[in-house]
């Protein structure tokens, strides 16, 4: 019998709808290598490493009925052309046309009769780089069985590692009957489980969150016991099937500074620095912020400890071990000072009491594995936006040494994190190489200003470096 999907995977499937695409994106920028980088090239590197993420070449099968949770197939007719697609911008090719296509291509739900995945090349950007964008149903990045593709196409050295070739014959497709038995064998070993699988796959939305619930455990007990909801903001509304996205860039090395000289850690440093962007944000919309105002994320973050990531270390290696947490974000508070030291007190806080959720019981339920820890806060947040959280903030330490595809050196990896219904923004930050590299990903209609937004990262990021001697 086929893999059948889990609860929580499932969920994704069933949770999806044209204003909340379940697919988590990455948009990476390389150097175009001496000898060529073009689309021929990447189909090529693609069907060389395919066989590493054999989840890749399978789709999603329904049940008869819905009397049991889809299973994973073999896609026959698997064509690798068909994913990796390749688009170019008007040379030369600027951000701002860069983040309008990928905003346009993160707002298209993927064919859930295919591969849940896409991959696009886009050239013609200034000073001769390209791009490679990835989309991935989170219904596939469980983080042990399945990674995301952008990773398997990374190598340390420009000279890529060699794959061994595989002959990849797909398994015969099972027949309906088939899946009816194995949903029937299934009912006989769990009982209520085909009367869950009928009332999720019919709709019932409150079914659905029930079973996320019951599946993440421990992940939304400290969610639950939040006594108040979540602040009002604009950043919580009705959103539409079309987004923005922005980008800011730093150095890593400023903000380790800014840690150095205040005792804290980097993912403190970072939330202060989104902090301190959304109170200027919130004010220059003219929004009411009293010193009480507050907004609140929920921050999955690595719990590797405080030391960098380790010149040995490989791109399948890091973001293994994670923790969530639900922090206010003191946007009222006018001294960049005084907000990084509410947000590392509340960090503490959180740590000291027991409010994190570990690393095990976070790996059970979804497991990770860069570029993938960023689809942590879209599955966290599916159902719940409203009214525990205001937004998502993902922070993943990536490798601080240069990676390439094909020869190709990657200047910069921006992540895109999906909205749930009701959540107008999300954002997403990877380190890497030196930099710090934030993916806004933001409702168009709600969030006309989010390069605004993006834009106050490098002020509020300056508001901090002045105190440092």
Known sequence: ???????????????????????????????????????????????????????????????????????????????????????????????????????????????????????????????????????????????????????????????????????WMPRPEPSGVELVLGAVADAVARPGEIVDNVRVAAGDAMATVDKITGAAGKLFSMAWAASRPAPGTPLNVDISTQRRFAVARAELEDYRRVRAAHGCTVNDVVLSVISGALRNWLLSRGEPVTPSSTVRA?????????????????????????????????????????????????????????????????????????????????????????????????????????LYAAGARMLEMFPVVPLAKGQALAIGLTSYDGGVYYGFNGDRDAMHDLDVLAGLVHESLDELLTTVA
């Open 1 to 167: 019998m086929p893999p059948r999907l889990s609860a929580l995977d499932a969920s994704f499937l069933y949770l999806e709808q044209p204003t909340t695409p379940m697919h988590v994106g990455a948009v990476s920028v390389f150097r175009r290598p001496r000898r060529g980088f073009d689309y021929d090239r990447l189909v090529d590197l693609v069907e060389q490493r395919i066989a590493l993420v054999p989840r890749y070449r399978q789709k999603v099968r329904y049940v008869p009925g819905n009397l049991a949770r889809p299973v994973w197939i073999d896609d026959p007719d698997f064509d690798v052309a068909y994913h990796v697609r390749r688009s170019a911008l008007p040379k030369p090719g600027s951000e701002e046309q860069l983040t309008e296509l990928v905003a346009r291509l993160m707002s298209r739900p993927l064919d859930h009769t295919r591969p849940l995945w896409e991959m696009y090349l886009v050239e013609g950007l200034a000073q001769g780089r390209i791009a490679i964008v990835t989309k991935t149903h989170q219904a596939m990045v469980d983080g042990i069985s399945a990674i995301d593709i952008g990773q398997v196409i990374l190598d340390v050295s420009a000279e890529p590692r060699v794959v061994p070739e595989e002959l």
């Open 298 to 402: 929920m921050v999955p973050l690595s719990v590797r400890g405080e030391a960098d990531v380790p010149s040995s270390a490989t791109a399948g290696s890091l973001g293994n071990r994670v923790s969530s947490f639900l922090v206010e974000l003191p946007v009222g508070e006018p001294s960049p000072v005084v907000r990084l030291h509410h947000v590392t007190h509340a960090m503490r806080e959180h740590t000291s009491n027991g409010q994190s959720v570990g690393a095990d019981t976070l790996v059970r339920i979804g497991g990770f594995a860069p570029p993938t820890l960023h689809a942590l806060g879209a599955r966290a947040a599916s159902g719940f936006s409203k009214r525990i959280f205001n937004l998502v903030v993902t922070n993943v330490p990536g490798p601080q040494f240069p």
